[in-house]
């Protein structure tokens, strides 16, 4: 098993920035891409950004491109999601998954392990 933990949201003005974080612990060496996900109330789950661990391609929905960026430390196993110029529409639990197959993948189903996720809210 895979433990993941995020942290790093909270409440911010639009324009503002945040960088959310994301350890993982347990068998992390199954791990082969790493995914930041979100969910707006009455939305399904999105990906946001994803990047794979040994090759480090990234991967970035369209409405999130030149705003945020997807980093990974592995010695740390940790993964980052900086978000900057914040929007309203951004608002949202954002979670982040790893994924045990090779390959990036916007579909949630594909991803092994998930987070508790954490609250991103920007303000108008």
């Known amino acids: 098993q895979m433990q993941l933990v995020e942290s790093g949201g909270g409440l911010v003005q639009a324009g503002g920035s945040l960088r959310l974080s994301c350890a993982a612990s347990?068998?992390?060496?199954?791990?082969?891409?790493m995914g930041w996900f979100r969910q707006a109330p009455g939305k399904e789950r999105e990906i946001v950004a994803g990047?794979?661990?040994?090759?480090?391609?990234?991967y970035y929905t369209d409405s999130v491109k030149g705003r945020f960026t997807i980093s990974k430390d592995n010695a740390k196993n940790t993964v980052w999601l900086q978000m900057d110029s914040l929007k309203p529409e951004d608002t949202a639990v954002y979670y982040c998954?790893?994924?045990?197959?090779?390959?990036?993948?916007?579909?949630?189903?594909?991803?092994?392990?998930w987070g508790q996720g954490t609250q991103v809210t920007v303000s108008s």
């Open positions: 998954a790893a994924k045990r197959t090779l390959g990036i993948s916007r579909t949630s189903a594909l991803y092994d392990y």
């Open positions: 990047i794979g661990w040994s090759t480090g391609s990234t």
């Open positions: 347990g068998r992390t060496a199954s791990r082969n891409a």
